[in-house]
């Protein structure tokens, strides 16, 4: 018998901090202390209010299947959020609730796209972009997100890169892996664009609450032609809950829900009753959490920038530092399992979020000061031993 792989499968590129993290918890698994800044995956715990609502939802029984858009109470609870923080109209049948942003994904471009069709996404990038784009035929096209710009792109390079097979220009902000936030003219030009050219605008805005410096502003404030991707991971520590959903508009709802029931069914039953606490009873954790963040992001900015590494573009978002590391080699994955065997600190190496982010670090300040100093100092160590 054959054992052949699909080409699909084949193609799909390894999501390379994971691989960074199976490597430093085996190390962690032999007994070495790694000092984590890898993977996006907040270190302090989910709000005590949360939990005891899936607890409260378990007991109660809120263990099976939903309807596959998911609990109206949370929809109804996801739409009053947008009018609440955005002055924005949503009506709960145009969100459908997913296991995670990564099944809105798979909704959003399994229904937007065909063969061929283009995504412009910026570069560097979230990795899964691109990945789910090919996996389901469809072509990413790279436009230069430059840290003199910000990290921004340029709308002539984004309306340049169009052609008639464009589909949706992908936006990310609060970015991953940049920590930069998109200025409200941003948005706007960007929307005018796609609304000019008949094209939709796919805004990814799970960091949307972890903004230390500013508002945050959904696309839905621009336009109608746009999809909105959230969930629960980052806001309220809920990574392993699994919790997301997306907003699209009507004519790709009933189509969306359809690869949903086939491919999903729903999320937990006790997890979006868990969801609705959050939206509705949590806003006071998110602050507290939301400082300890900026906290630590005021320590490791500096930090970093001590030990010779650059970081031209201010993270005011999110919980990423990225940084310009050519001062210590061009090859950011070879460097990123060098520290981590020899240093004993894990970050994420800048190639994996796209060619652009070569000879880049992100630096995930997701654990406590106090280890976020060990690992600055043993980076230290390190640069003063090898460069």
């Known amino acids: 018998m054959s054992d052949h792989v699909s080409a699909r499968a084949q193609a ?6 994971m691989d960074v993290v199976a490597r430093a918890k085996a190390l962690e698994a032999a007994g070495r202390d790694i000092v984590r800044m890898d993977v996006g995956d907040p270190d302090l715990p989910t709000p005590e209010v949360i939990t005891r609502a899936a607890e409260a939802a378990m007991e109660a029984g809120d263990t099976g299947y939903t309807q596959s858009m998911g609990l109206p109470d949370l929809r109804d609870a996801v739409s009053a959020r947008f009018m609440s923080k955005y002055g924005v109209t949503v009506d709960r049948d145009d969100i459908i609730v997913t296991q995670g942003t990564s099944p809105a994904m798979l909704l959003l471009f399994g229904t937007l796209l065909d063969p061929g069709d283009e995504v412009i996404i910026s570069d560097p990038c979230y990795p899964a972009y691109p990945n789910y784009i090919n996996f389901l035929g469809g072509v990413p096209v790279r436009v230069p997100a430059r840290a003199e ?15 008639p097979r464009t589909r949706c220009i992908m936006i990310n902000s609060p970015s991953n892996p940049m920590g930069t936030v998109l200025p409200p003219e941003d948005l706007r030009a960007i929307a005018e664009l796609a609304e000019r050219r008949g094209l939709y605008v796919a805004s990814d805005e799970i960091y949307h609450g972890l903004d230390y410096e500013g508002q945050d502003h959904t696309i839905l404030e621009y336009t109608d032609r746009a999809f909105v991707l959230n969930g629960f991971s980052k806001l309220y520590s809920m990574t392993g809950w699994r919790l997301g959903y997306l907003v699209a508009p ?14 999903f069914l729903c999320a937990n039953h006790f997890v979006q009753v868990a969801g609705v606490t959050a939206l509705l009873k949590a806003d006071l954790d998110v602050v507290r959490m939301r400082a300890v963040y900026d906290e630590r992001r005021r320590f490791l900015v500096p930090a970093l920038r001590s030990l010779g590494l650059k970081v031209d573009v201010e993270p005011t978002a999110a919980f990423y530092v990225f940084a310009d590391a050519r ?23 800048g190639i994996d979020f796209g060619p652009g982010g070569e000879g880049f670090l992100r630096f995930g300040y997701v654990t406590a000061v106090e280890r976020l100093a060990e690992g600055v100092e043993r980076l230290r160590l390190w640069a003063g031993a090898n460069t």
């Open 12 to 17: 799909v590129r390894p999501f390379v901090v």
């Open 149 to 163: 710009d910000g990290f921004r792109m340029r709308i002539e390079e984004i309306e340049a890169a169009i052609t």
């Open 250 to 263: 009507r004519a790709f709802v009933r189509p969306a829900e359809a690869i949903q029931q086939n491919f």
């Open 327 to 349: 001062e210590w080699g061009n090859d950011s994955l070879a460097l990123t399992y060098r520290l981590m065997e020899e240093a004993s600190v894990a970050a994420a190496p």
